[in-house]
């Protein structure tokens, strides 16, 4: 038999490494508990860095936007009675800004404060769609009716008295008949498209003569850059390769402006007199499959 003094070493024994177990499973703990700690102060450390770039970045917009707002009030009060939104202003130039921003471009000042504070003043351009009401037979929309793409297989759409039947065009969907409107279309890759915008009773329906006489205001990419004026075709560029053309209407004023969408760089402006809405309208041409426009939305 064990001794009695045997059996009580061995429990003494036990009691001790069951002692040594849950002091392991402690210390395990405590490891743990440390470890994840530190990776919560490391978070705290990471993210106060990071709220405090943010604080800055802020910080800096709050001024920028005061700045410019100050300069806005003053264009405003300098052109008080006219209504024109292209009209220069010299104290623009100094608004606090990196750079001399001002003397690159010619287009519309506020057009040309979007293009670089587009991210802080969130004055975008507008999100136009399509009409498919409008759209020529061989025309194809896709992408949320921004895409307008031609294709061989003619679609069976009634033919409604706003469609065009030869022409292969389409409208937007809106209709302006007051105000100032901007917006932007990518034209990347494209060696044949037509833009502009057409009155609301403008001819759709055979052979159309895109010329202000017939309700349209419009520049084409053929083998050059033209305006599409009354009795010819204007020629504005040998050759183009920008990716986006930027349509300005000031409907009040009769002036519709084209740019250059990247460099903000003026192409062609119309000079007229609306006695009718006015709808954007959009071409990818004729018998080039697979030539498409899409319209750009920013937000």
């Known amino acids: 038999m064990v001794s009695w003094y045997t059996l009580s070493s061995l429990m003494v024994s036990w009691y001790t490494l069951s002692s040594l177990m849950v002091s392991w499973y402690t210390l395990s703990s405590l490891m743990v508990s ?36 100050k300069h806005m009030a003053q264009i405003h009060n300098h052109i008080r009675g006219n209504t024109s939104f292209e009209v220069s202003f010299p104290l623009i130039s100094s608004v606090n800004c990196p750079g001399d921003w001002m003397n690159e471009f010619s287009g519309p000042h506020q057009l040309i404060l979007w293009k670089r504070m587009m991210h802080v003043l969130h004055t975008m351009p507008q999100n136009l769609t399509l009409d498919p009401d409008t759209a020529h037979p061989n025309l194809a929309i896709t992408d949320f009716d921004t895409k307008v793409e031609e294709v061989r297989t003619r679609s069976q759409e009634p033919d ?63 083998d050059r850059l033209y305006a599409n004026e009354e009795d010819a075709k204007i020629p504005l560029a040998d050759y183009w390769n920008s990716p986006r053309v930027g349509v300005y209407l000031d409907y009040d004023a009769g002036r519709v402006s084209f740019y250059d969408a990247v460099t903000m760089k003026k192409l062609y402006m119309f000079d007229t007199y609306f006695e009718e809405p006015v709808s954007p309208f959009f071409s990818p041409g004729k018998n080039d499959p697979g030539s498409r426009l899409q319209i750009c939305h920013y937000y």
């Not at 209709?175 to 037509?194: L, P, T």
């Not at 403008?202 to 895109?210: D, W």
């Open 160 to 222: 409604l008295p706003q469609r065009f039947t030869r022409f292969c065009g389409i409208l937007a969907t809106a209709q302006y008949s007051s105000g100032q409107h901007y917006w932007e279309v990518d034209v990347k890759d494209k060696g044949v498209w037509y833009l502009g915008v057409t009155g609301e009773y403008s001819p759709r329906k055979g052979f159309v003569n895109l010329c202000p006489s017939s309700g349209y205001w419009s520049l084409s990419l053929q």
């Open 34 to 69: 440390w470890y994840t700690l530190s990776s919560l102060m490391a978070l705290d450390a990471e993210e106060g860095a990071v709220l405090g770039v943010i604080d800055d970045n802020l910080r800096w917009v709050e001024t920028e936007v005061v700045a410019v707002d």
